[in-house]
């Protein structure tokens, strides 16, 4: 798949629009349409979702309340990649593709915080196992089996399993693997089509490494950015401080599982992170289930972000984070499913687990997250962890078009009682009949677009016996 | 739809096969394939599910371990609605339909041992509230404005969405309604062609109510029993004292919340079912979240039935039931979806909750439910609590024919690496490529067989515009 280069110019559609951003006081700049630019793939035409009855912008200042909630004929104009306006009676730009919208909910595409997309290769693996006896039986002892070649097959139907559930950005976690292999994995996302963070990490002396695979296979990606990814902690205490360092050098955020089993606390993980400079905004700490209540208010002092997997989490027996106490010392949080949960990315039940493991905790139905607390999470609340809440998160005009159209028409879904609350109560990923990234249309009316899956998934059990042959 | 009248004879097929039931120890009869009978509806065919890569037959005599776990190129015969035979080259009997499970898995029909499907009409509703919350402005707000006309749209669309998602028998326990509500009711789960207990309860005074609707009602069909439901409780001991002598009278268990919600305990519901005599093995006792110590032993003591409905004690704030202590106590237990969680009815996210919610509490991978125990609840579990194990759980030879064939050719499935587990921790409703009840396909290649959805969705749109304009 061949991106072609993105201007990231505001576009703010006229057309005789009434855009809801006026209305509600933003300021909005008409201008005349310029002409639909020629595309080289028919998915990013300009694109009007049309007379939707619910779209949540998770912008405030569009609609109403914390999710930006706009109701009944509500049209979405996508063009050259961007959202380019949200309001009423938008028309129809010449030769704009129209998805009709009516009895449809609109939001924006799910931010997967955490993953390890390689790992749909130990899917239902060790199950009898928590996170180390996890780690020790299934996770290391089948990386090390997996070849170039198949890795890419494991995280392209992955990544398009992720897709299909509405992740149009993926954080995936990637374990110290050898640059050719990396082309491999970077190659299989970007083909998926969704956008991506890679977090890389590689021992100290290896580091070299992050920078050539940044260069040379995520830098030339419209849709991709890097982190660098650590262990932390006081035994590889040099390591972390070269590649803190690094990424400083490289101006990219660092990524680290932080107290997710109980056990880790031994590794004195965040008292490693602050001693090398790196406990701040630019740290993202995933599980981060075993924090002590000093370490809490400490993360929320310092604004380190926070990735929240209640799912691998419960296949893991690793406990319940404190979300809540994180939430209290307002820390930024989104969800992430990792991989341990081996693991589909349906973001539908990974909301509902994360309100009701919470709920069942505390027998409190008022507990965070409420249901428009982890729509939020899921979406602008992950964009924000990773600081590219300027971009995507929210149907904000002028961001990325990473937009979800919403089926409810569906046994599981239907009838309307309170739609919100549905999403995340009823959902189920065959409800998303459009998925789009950066204004490409990937999944269309139920099905990925330009996707052979019988051969995706093929090629992935290929691959699953070759590992299993080694 | 009308069924035919069934005889319970027991069918073993010979027809050349080799019965793995036969090679496991158990005595297997050879005779001639009978003609196919004649059928009045052709999805009641014989049919031969060919070749199937992983059975688990949850009858460990006929194959390895608890869940009697057969691979490679398993057949499964089904004929005039019975299991005739596991085994493998079967053979096809004339006139027999032929399923290709190569590469497909095959396990019983699910029992989804708690539900109320009427609550598909407040899906999503009063999502901020815990039990008592949502029962004052949901439930009891919503239940008394349900037309009769509505009740069976309703009631419909929710048990076919059960359907989809391989539940072949409910236990629906539904509020008092009137009789002629009552036979709409019936109707919509009899239509939906999936086996079903109606538990119903009426004050002590209208209790005639119940053996008329059971007589008018669900006597007449072969895939429907009864049940008395009750409000246990010493507030109301007198009518509970008349629903239970009533039960004993027609030869129904009973059905009641327990200790769901903390503040349960003041009605002392425990004390007034021991005061009745209900306190027994025809006692399903629906939630169980807040039982002591001692009245777990209690509950072993009696052989006391369970119905563990995590997704729905998550999303209700109402706790975690102490499902590792009741079975330590070897007290039987099933999984629910209940109708607080409201919603749709997935079983393999339920399966993945109880698993995990445990294990999150816990701490402990090992904890119960493990991942083969809670397949065994979904199933033989859930049909042991209702006293239906001699004919549905699973595929034993002569008992009714509801199984399922799931297909793991899927992005949020693929590849294999443990199917078992993936069963529990990937599986999605659309990976049911088939669902038969009483040898009825009613699931055929993904789609329900005979039902117009976009009808059915369209038909409970409108029971809720009446809902919403009452």
């Not at 993926?170 to 110290?176: E, I, L, T």
């Not at 009316?445 to 899956?453: A, C, P, S």
Request: glycine letters at 10%; one cysteine or more.
């Amino acid at each position: 798949m061949n991106f072609p280069k993105i201007t990231r110019r505001r576009v703010l559609a006229g057309l005789g629009s009434v855009p809801l951003a006026a209305a509600a006081g933003t300021p909005v700049r008409h201008r005349p349409a310029p002409p639909a630019p020629p595309e080289p793939d028919g998915t990013r035409r300009t694109t009007l979702i049309r007379g939707a009855d619910l779209v949540l912008t998770m912008d405030p200042a569009l609609g109403d309340g914390t999710l930006g909630t706009l109701e009944d004929g509500v049209d979405v104009l996508l063009r050259e990649g961007t959202i380019a306006a949200v309001g009423r009676r938008l028309g129809v730009p010449p030769g704009a593709r129209v998805i009709d919208a009516r009895g449809k909910l609109v939001l924006p595409g799910f931010v997967d915080l955490h993953n390890h997309l390689w790992q749909s290769s130990i899917r239902g693996g060790c199950a009898d196992q928590d996170l180390n006896g996890w780690l020790s039986a299934c996770n290391r002892a089948v990386l090390p089996k997996i070849h170039p070649a198949d890795m890419y097959r494991f995280v392209h139907l992955a990544a398009l399993d992720a897709l299909q559930a509405g992740v149009t950005t993926v954080v995936d976690w990637v374990h110290a693997i050898p640059y050719d292999t990396s082309g491999r994995y970077v190659r299989a996302l970007d083909d998926a089509g969704l956008r991506f963070v890679y977090a890389m990490t590689q021992s100290g002396a290896d580091r070299h490494l992050i920078r050539e695979v940044k260069k040379d296979f995520i830098d030339p990606l419209p849709l991709a950015s890097a982190q660098v990814s650590v262990h932390a902690g006081m035994s590889d205490i040099k390591d972390l401080r070269q590649l803190h360092d690094l990424s400083r050098e490289l101006d990219l955020m660092i990524n680290s599982h932080v107290l997710e089993h109980r056990d880790d606390r031994k590794d004195e993980q965040i008292r490693a992170l602050r001693e090398v400079g790196a406990f701040g905004p630019r740290l993202l700490m995933n599980h981060a289930v075993h924090l002590t209540d000093d370490e809490i208010a400490l993360t929320g002092d310092h604004d380190v972000r926070v990735a929240h997997c209640p799912l691998s989490n419960m296949r893991l027996a690793s406990g319940i984070m404190p979300l809540p106490a994180l939430h209290h010392r307002r820390v930024r949080a989104g969800l992430g499913h990792d991989g341990g949960t081996n693991d589909t990315s349906d973001m539908f039940a990974l909301m509902k687990a994360a309100v009701g493991l919470q709920r069942a905790r505390h027998e409190d139905a008022g507990i965070h997250p409420t249901i428009p607390a982890v729509l939020r999470m899921a979406t602008l609340g992950g964009a924000e962890c990773i600081g590219m809440a300027d971009r995507v998160g929210s149907l904000t005009p002028g961001k990325r078009a990473d937009v979800l159209v919403l089926d409810p028409g569906t046994l599981n879904f239907a009838p309307r009682y309170d739609w919100t609350s549905q999403i995340v109560l009823n959902g189920q990923p065959p409800n998303l009949s459009h998925v789009f990234v950066d204004g490409w249309l990937r999944k269309d009316r139920g099905e990925l677009t330009g996707v052979d899956t019988a051969r995706v998934v093929h090629e992935a059990e290929r691959a699953a016996a070759h590992v299993r042959a080694a």
